[in-house]
């Protein structure tokens, strides 16, 4: 029985002048003020089987244990955005995690990168012509291993033998009404590559 809590911070409502009152004249904000978000999110999960085993639980691959309450997945993500003077935007996102997911899927050798579910630094030309980002991204599909964006979400074994992560860079340019995007990446659920190959992947939609 999966529990997801998530949220975002956001600036609270300004309140109106009363009325009658000269309202405060306010300079427009500059094209280069930077944005800052914050979101974070708790999954947790029970999970019984039936068969009462006595080490693991084979039949759910992200709820290790019988008869327990996990903590499957917690994440705190920051991420900002500043506007250049010629009006390209430079970004980043940053979002560490800690649960029992992240340390099942992460198949790397270093033990810092399991704590790392995003890290991403982009640029994007100012026509949003094209856009080009670098670090390690949640990868695109049916199912997403953050779940609150999730609206397939299970942790079946089927969904165990989905990629979720990679390392890499990709750039992004519209063509028509559609986005076509491009990576190299080390492979996936890997930060640092595990063969002498790097790989591609090729994505389009709205």
Request: no cysteine; net charge neutral.
């Amino acid at each position: 029985f999966p529990v997801t809590i998530s949220g975002r911070y956001q600036k609270p409502p300004v309140t109106p002048p009363p009325v009658g009152a000269t309202p405060e004249v306010t300079p427009p904000p500059s094209s280069t003020t930077p944005s800052t978000k914050v979101n974070f999110g708790i999954e947790t999960a029970y999970a019984y089987n039936p068969a009462e085993p006595a080490v693991g639980n084979k039949n759910l691959a992200f709820v290790p244990s019988h008869n327990s309450i996990g903590l499957t997945n917690a994440y705190l993500g920051l991420s900002h955005e500043l506007k250049l003077p010629n009006q390209d935007t430079v970004s980043g996102k940053l979002v560490v995690q800690e649960g029992d997911t992240p340390h099942i899927y992460n198949q790397s050798k270093f033990d810092v990168y399991p704590f790392i579910q995003e890290a991403i630094m982009s640029y994007k030309q100012k026509s949003g012509y094209w856009t080009f980002s670098a670090g390690n991204f949640l990868l695109p599909g049916n199912e997403s291993m953050a779940v609150s964006s999730n609206p397939n979400f299970t942790r079946s074994k089927l969904f165990f033998g989905l990629p979720f992560d990679a390392t890499g860079a990709k750039i992004s340019i519209p063509v028509g009404n559609f986005n076509f995007t491009a990576w190299v990446i080390n492979g996936w659920n890997n930060v640092v590559d595990n063969n002498s190959t790097k790989s591609g992947l090729i994505v389009t939609g709205k």
